[in-house]
């Protein structure tokens, strides 16, 4: 059983890539920095979960790790955040926090890249954070996965929230949930790995994508070039 899951961050992978693609074509046609941060974020899921499947079909890689690490724990869910809040907040703002954003992830996959590693926690087919010996630079990731929770999984809930009682968008309302679901479950499977259980954030990632997809297919069902949405306050999570 734990085998056969092992390999399940494959199918994430073209799931994801599959995804991102359908979003930047989306990006090209209508513009608007929150879809190419959500481009670009679902992108980056693809590629963490890339080296997921990498190490169960190749064996464990020094590079490879590190580079799982920082497209999970430190972007698995940030650029879709940062995208959420260009789409709800003012341009003003989403800049300057983009302007904060951004060094503090670059300080962060710094330390990854310099940390000294246990090798003898190495497991051959088995990814795991415990083998990071700079036990402070895994302090990175909960600030950076915390501000992905609010405004990811926050926007989506708010959008949700302001599309409730409409009768003409409900399928935005709908929507919203299976993003605000979706977007939580890798940060529950991600808190898994610091226990060991990397098995478990494999399953939630690939539910997770799948929700959000889901998400996304309902919140564009119903958008036409001829009703443009009015209200930035109005507008839905991807």
């Not at 869910?77 to 809040?85: E, R, S």
């Not at 060094?103 to 954070?129: C, G, K, N, Q």
């Not at 915390?146 to 999984?153: E, G, N, R, S």
């Not at 959008?159 to 479950?185: E, P």
Request: charged share 15%; no cysteine; aromatic share 16%.
């Amino acid at each position: 059983m734990i085998e056969t899951i092992l390999y399940i961050p494959i199918v994430t992978t073209f799931i994801a890539l599959g995804f991102a693609w359908m979003v930047w074509r989306r990006y090209r046609q209508k513009g608007g920095a929150h879809l190419l941060w959500w481009a670009g974020g679902i992108f980056i899921y693809g590629a963490g979960t890339f080296t997921e499947g990498f190490v169960t079909l190749f064996g464990w890689n020094e590079t490879i790790f590190r580079a799982w690490y920082i497209s999970g724990a430190l972007l698995g869910g940030a650029p879709l955040a940062q995208g959420t809040v260009y789409l709800l907040l003012r341009r003003l703002t989403a800049h300057r926090l983009t302007l904060v954003l951004i060094p503090f992830i670059l300080i962060a996959a710094s330390m990854v890249i310099l940390t000294p590693l246990d090798y003898t926690l190495v497991e051959t087919h088995r990814l795991s954070s415990k083998i990071i010996e700079w036990r402070w630079a895994r302090l990175f990731s909960p600030f950076i996965n915390t501000y992905a929770f609010i405004f990811l999984v926050g926007g989506a809930i708010l959008s949700a929230y302001r599309f409730r009682k409409s009768l003409t968008a409900r399928h935005k309302f709908i929507g919203n949930i299976y993003i605000a679901v979706g977007a939580l479950l890798p940060g529950i499977g991600g808190a898994f790995t610091r226990f060991g259980y990397t098995e478990v954030l494999y399953v939630t990632e690939l539910i997770g994508i799948i929700l959000i997809y889901i998400g996304y297919r309902y919140n564009v069902s119903g958008q036409t070039a001829e009703a443009p949405i009015s209200s930035r306050t109005a507008r839905a999570v991807i």
